[in-house]
């Protein structure tokens, strides 16, 4: 069964560091999300990409953050310069197309900033 | 504004009976998709069932129902003959048509007991 692939599944990094989160959707969606979840809180949503552009995004996906779909099969998150409070889980996720399908998440990548 | 509230932070079952998880949520969209997720300690988002708001029938997948009652905006989870690998945090979530975003409540955690 297709699913979302995330890399690496675990990351540490210090603090003022960029990182570069990597997914692999699933071939045929074109939606594609990111999300964190800080331990024991609620999912959070960042931001959406569809049609290569950025669709909507939230007032967590600050300038330190971007997003891009570098080829036909990844997308990936990068967060410029990390701070302690960017220690989250973070899920990407994917949907294949429009109206209400749902969205299929990835196993998540935990990031620790030290 | 669209919102989730999951009223239960956390529930004890015994073994083979059936839980309902309960959710209600709010939006002036008359078009979305409700969903549920299940998330083990190991951290994933694993996708587990989906209605849509003009969806005449309730939906089920396996073991899981979702008894939607539209004009209370609730999307309760049922879960029948639990069982111990029912263990886990389960969120609702919602994605209005117009936007795309999916926001999430703030879960149940389901212990399953022997």
């Known amino acids: 069964e297709p699913e979302v692939t995330q890399t690496p599944s675990h990351q540490v990094t210090q603090m003022g560091q960029e990182v570069i989160l990597r997914c692999v959707p699933i071939?045929?969606?074109?939606?594609f999300y990111w999300y964190r979840q800080i331990l024991g809180q609620k999912v959070e949503f960042l931001v959406s990409f569809y049609n290569n552009e950025i669709s909507e995004k939230s007032e967590i996906f600050d300038d330190q953050f971007s997003v891009e779909r570098p080829d036909g099969s990844n997308f990936t998150l990068k967060i410029r310069s990390t701070k302690l409070e960017d220690s989250a889980m973070y899920f990407c996720?994917?949907?294949?197309?429009?109206?209400?399908?749902?969205?299929?998440f990835g196993q998540g990548t935990r990031l620790t900033v030290v | 504004a669209q919102k989730i509230t999951q009223t239960q932070p956390g529930m004890f079952v015994q073994e083979k009976e059936a839980v309902t998880l309960d959710c209600t949520y709010d939006?002036?969209?008359?078009?979305?998709?409700l969903f549920w997720y299940k998330q083990p300690s190991s951290g994933e988002m694993i996708f587990l069932i989906y209605q849509g708001s003009y969806d005449q029938q309730n939906a089920t997948e396996g073991r899981y129902s979702l008894n939607f009652q539209k004009a209370r905006k609730s999307a309760n989870l049922v879960i029948s003959a639990s069982q111990l690998g029912d263990s886990a945090m389960y969120f609702c979530?919602?994605?209005?048509?117009?936007?795309?975003?999916?926001?999430f409540g703030k879960g149940t955690r389901l212990h399953i007991l022997p």
């Open positions: 939006t002036s969209d008359p078009s979305y998709g």
């Open positions: 996720a994917s949907r294949k197309t429009g109206g209400n399908t749902e969205a299929f």
């Open positions: 979530a919602m994605r209005q048509i117009r936007d795309d975003k999916i926001i």
């Open positions: 071939s045929n969606h074109l939606y």
